[in-house]
C-alpha cells in the first residue's frame, strides 16, 4: 500500500497557519473579555490560558512549518539540529497549557465567592440606600406628624379659657398660657430678673406645703380647692391640679399645673344656698302668717267694734287703741310675712319704672328734705314701658329708698339712676346713698328675713327679705355694692317684657 | 471527592514517572527515548487536565450556557488531538511498519507492506492531526466569543438599570 504525503503537508502547513492564527484571535477575545470587567478572575483565568495556547500553537506550528520547508529545501542536517529544542518547547508548552486549565477549579470559586461577596455587598448597599431613603420618608413623616401635634397641643395650651402652668422643681414659672397669665394677672414671667415664683400666689402656706408634700409622695395632685392671689393680692378660689415629672435621681424636674378659676361657681352655690334659705324661711312664714292672720283680724275688728261704744279719754278707749295700734302693726308683719312669702296677690300691668319712682319720691320728699336729705334722680330717657305689679315695685323701691334714708341718717344725698339695656333686655334702677355703707360681715345677710341692725322696734328685718322677693317674682335680681363710709347702692336689674294685656295672677 | 481525582491523577503521574526511571548513578544519564516519554507525558498531563476541564463544566452546570458548552467542545477535541499525537508519536518509533518513498520530494509517499496496511494507513490518518487541533481551537474562538457577547449584554442591562 502507498499513500502520498503530499495531503499530510498541506493539512498540516495550513493547519499550523490555522492555529496560529485561531490563537490570536482567541488572545484578542479574551482580552476583550478582561477589558469587559478587569475584576473578573474568570476572564483574567481565560486570557492566560489563551496567552498559553497562543505560546504553544507558535511553538508548535512554527516548528512543523519549518520542519516542512527546510526538508523540502532538502536541509535535513539544519532540521535534525532544531527537532529536539522544537520538540522540547513543544512539550513545555503542553504542560504549561495544562497546568493553567487545572486552575480553572480554583479560580471558578475564587471568582463565585467574590461573585458573592459582590452581591452580598450590593445588596447591602442597595438595602442601606433603601434604608436611607425610608429613614427620611419616615422621618420627614414623623416631623409632619410632630409639627402638626405641637401644634394642636400649643393651640390647646394657647385657647384654653384654664390656667396651665409649667413650673420647675424649685417653683419657678417656665411657662404660662394666657388664661393663667390672666388669672394670676401677671404681664410677663420674670420680676427683676428672676422667675416668679408659683408658691407665691398661694394665699396659704400651708396649702402649697401640701401640694408640695403630695407631689414628692404621690408625683400628683387631684383636683384640690385651694385659695390663690393674684399679683395684686385679689383672693379667688380655683380648682388645681397637678403633675410632677421626675428625673433619674428621683427628684422633681418638673410640674404642670392646671389651675380653673371656680369664683363663679362659688358665688352661684351662695347665690343657691342664699335662694334655700330664702325659700325655706319663706314656706315657714307664710303658714305662721297664714294662721296668724284671721286671729289677728279678728282681735282688730273687735277693738275697732268697742272702740265705737266708748268715749274718747276714757282708760278704756286708751286701751282699745293700744290693741287696734299693735294688732295692726301685727298685721302689717304679717302682710310683709306674706308678701316675702308671695302669697299676697299679684297683678301685673303695663306700667313704667319712673312713674313708681316718682310716685315714692313724692311722698318722701318733704320727709326726707326736712331731714337734710337731697334726692337727685337721673333716670334714662331710653327706658321703656314693660309689664309690672307697680304696687309692689312701688314697695320695693319705697323699702330700698327708706333704707338709704335710714343710713344717711342726717344730711346726705341719695341718687335714683336708671338705665335701659338694650342688649339684655333690662332695666337698671339703681338707689345710690351716701350713707354709713354695710359692713363685710353684715353684706351676705341683709336679704335674711328679720335680719337688722336697726334698734329694736324701729324695723322688722323684712324690708329687703321683702323686696328680695318681689323682685324675684319678676324674674329680676337685685344687687348690692358697698363700702363702710363709702355709702351703698342697690341695684335692682328688671327684664323688659312687652307682652300687653297678660296680667298674670301669681299667688293665691 | 473532587480534590480527590486530582490528587489520584498527580500522585499516578508521580507512580509512573518513578517506576518507569531506571537505576542510576550520582547523575542520569538522559538517553534519547527519554525526550519522547517526556514528550508523551506532557500529551497525557495535556489529555488529564482537559479532562479535568471538562468535569469542572459540567459538575457547575456551566455547559448549559453556550459559551462554556464550546468550551467543553475545545476541551474534547484537544483530548482527542492529544491521542491522536500519542499515537502518531507511538508508531513512529515503530519503523518496520512502513517507509517513506521519494522523502523530500513533492512525490513523497508512505509504502507499507499489506501485512501492516492497517497500522500504516492509521499512522497516515493520525497524521491529520490538525483536524482534530484547528477545530479545538476553532471552538475556543467561538466559545470566547459567546461568552464576550454574553458579558457585553450583562453590562448593557446593567447600565441600563
Known amino acids: ?508 | 471527592m473532587k480534590k480527590s481525582y486530582v490528587s489520584i491523577t498527580l500522585w499516578g503521574l508521580a507512580w509512573m514517572l518513578l517506576t518507569m526511571a531506571q537505576p542510576a548513578g550520582a547523575t542520569q544519564v538522559h538517553a534519547e527515548p527519554e525526550g519522547l516519554y517526556v514528550h508523551q507525558i506532557a500529551h497525557l498531563f495535556f489529555i488529564v487536565s482537559m479532562g479535568i476541564l471538562i468535569y469542572w463544566l459540567r459538575e457547575w452546570k456551566l455547559v448549559e450556557q453556550k459559551g462554556w458548552r464550546l468550551v467543553q467542545y475545545s476541551s474534547l477535541f484537544f483530548i482527542l488531538w492529544n491521542i491522536d499525537a500519542m499515537i502518531v508519536h507511538y508508531l513512529d518509533e515503530q519503523g518496520a511498519i512502513f517507509q517513506t518513498i521519494n522523502a523530500g520530494t513533492d512525490y513523497a509517499s508512505l509504502a507499507s507492506d499489506p501485512a501492516s496496511s492497517g497500522p500504516a494507513l492509521l499512522y497516515y490518518l493520525a497524521k491529520l492531526d490538525h483536524l482534530l487541533c484547528v477545530p479545538a481551537i476553532v471552538f475556543l474562538y467561538a466559545g470566547l466569543r459567546h461568552l464576550l457577547q454574553q458579558a457585553q449584554a450583562a453590562k448593557s442591562s446593567d447600565s441600563a438599570t
Not at chain 1, 495544562?98 to 452580598?120: C, G, H, M, N, P
Not at chain 1, 393663667?180 to 428672676?194: R, V
Not at chain 1, 286671729?295 to 268715749?311: D, H, K, T, V
Request: overall charge neutral; hydrophobic content about 45%; proline content about 3%.
Open chain 1, 1 to 508: 500500500m502507498t499513500l502520498p504525503l503530499f495531503p499530510i503537508w498541506m493539512v498540516d502547513l495550513a493547519g499550523s497557519s490555522l492555529m496560529i492564527l485561531f490563537s490570536f484571535l482567541c488572545v484578542r477575545l479574551a482580552r476583550r473579555l478582561k477589558n469587559q470587567d478587569q475584576s473578573n478572575v474568570i476572564w483574567t483565568y481565560l486570557l492566560w490560558l489563551c496567552y498559553a495556547l497562543a505560546a504553544f500553537a507558535i511553538s508548535r506550528s512554527v516548528g512543523h512549518i519549518a520542519k516542512r520547508i527546510l526538508l523540502t529545501a532538502g536541509h535535513n542536517d539544519i532540521w535534525n539540529l532544531l527537532r529536539p529544542y522544537s520538540g522540547s518547547i513543544n512539550s513545555l508548552m503542553f504542560v504549561v497549557v495544562a497546568s493553567i486549565t487545572l486552575f480553572f477549579e480554583r479560580t471558578w470559586k475564587v471568582y463565585q465567592q467574590i461573585s458573592k461577596d459582590q452581591r452580598a455587598l450590593q445588596e447591602a448597599h442597595e438595602e442601606l440606600i433603601y434604608l436611607n431613603r425610608n429613614l427620611e420618608h419616615l422621618v420627614a413623616a414623623r416631623t409632619q406628624e410632630l409639627a402638626l401635634s405641637e401644634r394642636k397641643y400649643r393651640r390647646i395650651f394657647e385657647v384654653s379659657r384654664d390656667g396651665i402652668i409649667l413650673v420647675d422643681g424649685g417653683a419657678a414659672i417656665i411657662n404660662l398660657n394666657p388664661a393663667g397669665l390672666a388669672l394670676l394677672g401677671l404681664s410677663s414671667l420674670t420680676t427683676d430678673g428672676e422667675r416668679i415664683r408659683f408658691s407665691h400666689f398661694f394665699a396659704a402656706a400651708e396649702e402649697w406645703r401640701g401640694i408640695q408634700e403630695a407631689l414628692e409622695r404621690q408625683g400628683f395632685v387631684p383636683d384640690t380647692e385651694v385659695l390663690l392671689k393674684t399679683d395684686r393680692g385679689a383672693l379667688f378660689p380655683v380648682l388645681l391640679s397637678g403633675t410632677a415629672e421626675t428625673g433619674d435621681n428621683g427628684a422633681i424636674d418638673s410640674v404642670q399645673f392646671l389651675i380653673k378659676d371656680i369664683s363663679q361657681r362659688k358665688a352661684m352655690e351662695k347665690q343657691l344656698l342664699q335662694a334655700d334659705k330664702l325659700a325655706s324661711i319663706g314656706q315657714l312664714a307664710a303658714g305662721i302668717a297664714h294662721e296668724i292672720n284671721n286671729p289677728l283680724s279678728m282681735i282688730l275688728g273687735y277693738a275697732q267694734l268697742m272702740l265705737r261704744g266708748e268715749q274718747e279719754g276714757t282708760q278704756q278707749y286708751a286701751d282699745l287703741k293700744i290693741i287696734e295700734k299693735h294688732a295692726r302693726n301685727c298685721k302689717t308683719i304679717v302682710e310683709d310675712l306674706l308678701s316675702f312669702a308671695r302669697s299676697t296677690q299679684t297683678r301685673r300691668t303695663v306700667g313704667h319704672v319712673h312713674a313708681a319712682l316718682d310716685e315714692v319720691m313724692s311722698v318722701v320728699r318733704h320727709h326726707f328734705e326736712l331731714d337734710g336729705v337731697h334726692i337727685e334722680k337721673n333716670f334714662g330717657a331710653q327706658v321703656p314701658q314693660m309689664i309690672l305689679d307697680a304696687e309692689k315695685i312701688k314697695q320695693v323701691f319705697m323699702n330700698l329708698i327708706m333704707n338709704a334714708k335710714q343710713a344717711i341718717g342726717r344730711k346726705g344725698s341719695i341718687l335714683l339712676r336708671t338705665r335701659y339695656d338694650a342688649a339684655h333686655a333690662r332695666v337698671s334702677i339703681e338707689v345710690r346713698d351716701t350713707g354709713a355703707g354695710i359692713s363685710r360681715e353684715h353684706l351676705p345677710r341683709i336679704f335674711d328675713p328679720f335680719f337688722t341692725t336697726k334698734p329694736t322696734g324701729e324695723g322688722t328685718g323684712l324690708g329687703l327679705s321683702v323686696s328680695y322677693g318681689i323682685v324675684k317674682d319678676h324674674d329680676g335680681d337685685i344687687l348690692v355694692r358697698s363700702e363702710p363710709g363709702q355709702g351703698s347702692t342697690f341695684t335692682v336689674l328688671l327684664p323688659v317684657t312687652t307682652t300687653r294685656g297678660a296680667e298674670i295672677d301669681n299667688g293665691g
